[in-house]
């Protein structure tokens, strides 16, 4: 859970106060997270910028609470509930305090709500990436295109006709109202804070120091120092068990004790679980920790374990439930085998989102899927030193203490793994197929230098079943969905327009060498609506 501002108590302030002394300002902005997917990526967009942020519930902080922190900008994020049906908790005595506010998405419906306009469902909802076109001049688009591209997430529309002191600076096709301001309240029905957004960090920059005149930039520090640090004394001498998949998350964290152990790296673990992996996982971990004298290295095979449970569940989200047991079960085996004293995953603050969780308010979140790494409840203390992180910014960290480049550079990789590119029952055969499909796909795309230019690609063997002809007799095939993606974080992602030409060839592969594959097609979709993974 990451630390949230609940109540403004003595006790608080004086905690604030020696943060912002530590930064030498006197200027303090209040995020106040809704329930978004992206809410982590508006404190980052101000990080980057160097003014200091506080994450606060808006179940429990009060325009009095507001009031005694005194902030200069406060934000509002969006959400997944409306402000007819279940809003989030949010005393809208805070609009009336004078104190300049952003409201993204559902913030900005709930002020333009609170001041008397109209906030309806449209008939037309907005999903994906669209093109804004700016209505008046105004602070907030300063140094931004009369045109520019934006994310939207919503079905909600604003109407402020009735409220003539609205003024409307920003629309698209399906929204006349996309942006807007009045007094000292702005809003955006779009999200500035993922990247398809591309003016978003100039928007956020507008907002902080045109609008609520921050002057005091804090110089960015070095996060990676950070953890190392508190690595070190959270651990002290005691042994820890490494959850290890190669990917670039556990790497990074593998890297980050590494610096934080120094002596002691005896006392560290790293446990790779077979069963669901990728074709070539299980090499990767051998042959870039295999033989290092830092890291002892333990593989442990749950193939059983995993066709095991997963016997009878059909849907994605019973089959992700159900694997976590076994995930689980494995690393507490090691726990005791090891006697370690903490387990540490590579968990980013993505998964926390995606699962429902995050900072701790009580705005609704939606569980978009749940991941294997996260409230999985070990016997021991639980570290995660890449919780605030997402996966361009937990790469970063890893570039700055030494992890490979071929670790931080390999595309993302779910903990269910094939478990959710196969589409209802998973059996030996299924997971074999699924195996062959993905190293086919991501051969071709090294191979046609194709792999380093998608953030993540994959397939699956769907339910779907075609007639086709293998030689001169009809028989019936699987069919089998391929995707890429284009995306920086995960939180967002666009399907990647790989060329014609090579899908054919990709396709031709998967049906001439896998006997049970019939039919090959590609995903279109973009996320949002569509998830990365399949399910």
Not at 92 to 111: A, N, S, T
Not at 484 to 509: C, Y
Not at 521 to 531: E, G, L
Request: proline share 4%.
């Amino acid at each position: 859970m990451l630390h949230t501002l609940r109540h403004v108590t003595d006790q608080a302030l004086a905690e604030i106060h020696e943060e912002m002394a530590i930064r030498k300002t006197q200027e303090v902005f209040l995020l106040f997270p809704l329930g978004s997917q992206f809410d982590h990526l508006i404190k980052q967009s101000l990080e980057k910028l160097g003014v200091f942020c506080l994450v606060a519930d808006s179940g429990s902080v009060t325009a009095a609470d507001v009031k005694k922190l005194n902030p200069i900008g406060i934000i509002l994020s969006g959400g997944p509930v409306s402000v007819h049906q279940d809003p989030p908790p949010f005393d809208k005595e805070i609009f009336d305090l004078g104190i300049p506010v952003l409201g993204i998405c559902l913030g900005f419906q709930m002020w333009a709500q609170h001041i008397g306009c109209h906030v309806a469902s449209s008939a037309k909802r907005e999903f994906g990436v669209h093109e804004l076109i700016q209505l008046d001049d105004n602070l907030l688009f300063d140094a931004c295109p009369f045109k520019m591209q934006v994310l939207q997430s919503h079905g909600d529309i604003v109407d402020a006709s009735m409220e003539p002191m609205v003024k409307v600076i920003a629309a698209t096709d399906n929204s006349p109202v996309a942006a807007a301001s009045y007094k000292h309240l702005w809003g955006v029905q779009f999200h500035p804070e993922v990247t398809e957004t591309v003016y978003g960090q100039q928007i956020f920059n507008n907002f902080c120091f045109d609008i609520c005149g921050a002057k005091d930039i804090f110089p960015a520090e070095d996060v990676a120092k950070q953890k190392i640090v508190e690595l070190r004394r959270q651990i002290d001498e005691k042994k820890v068990l490494l959850a290890l998949s190669g990917g670039s998350d556990s790497s990074t964290v593998a890297y980050l004790l590494k610096e934080a152990m120094g002596e002691h790296l005896g006392n560290l673990r790293g446990v790779y679980i077979r069963g669901i992996d990728r074709p070539d996982d299980e090499a990767h971990v051998r042959q870039f920790f295999g033989d290092r004298s830092w890291l002892d290295v333990k593989i442990v095979d749950e193939s059983e374990s995993f066709l095991q449970v997963l016997k009878g569940r059909l849907t994605m989200p019973r089959k992700r439930r159900a694997m976590r047991s076994v995930y689980k079960e494995a690393l507490e085996k090691q726990i005791a085998d090891f006697n370690a004293s903490f387990i540490v995953q590579g968990t980013l603050y993505t998964d926390i989102s995606e699962s429902g969780r995050g900072y701790g308010t009580r705005a609704k979140k939606a569980q978009i899927k749940l991941h294997h790494n996260v409230d999985l409840g070990f016997s021991i203390p639980e570290l995660m030193p890449l919780s605030d992180q997402v996966k361009d910014t937990g790469r970063n960290i890893g570039r700055s203490i030494g992890v490979p480049e071929e670790l931080l550079t390999r595309q993302p990789f779910p903990g269910p793994g094939m478990v959710v590119r196969i589409e209802g029952k998973v059996t030996a055969d299924k997971l074999r197929v699924a195996r062959q499909v993905d190293d086919i796909y991501i051969q071709e795309l090294r191979r046609h230098h194709l792999y380093g230019s998608v953030w993540q690609a994959g397939g699956v063997v769907t339910q779907s079943v075609t007639t086709c002809t293998k030689g001169d007799d009809a028989v019936s095939g699987l069919v089998v969905a391929l995707w890429a993606v284009w995306s920086v974080n995960g939180f967002t992602a666009q399907a990647a327009e790989l060329p014609f030409d090579f899908l054919k060839l990709v396709a031709r592969r998967i049906t001439n060498e896998i006997r049970e594959v019939g039919a090959v097609v590609y995903r279109v979709s973009d996320k949002p609506p569509a998830t990365i993974e399949w399910g």
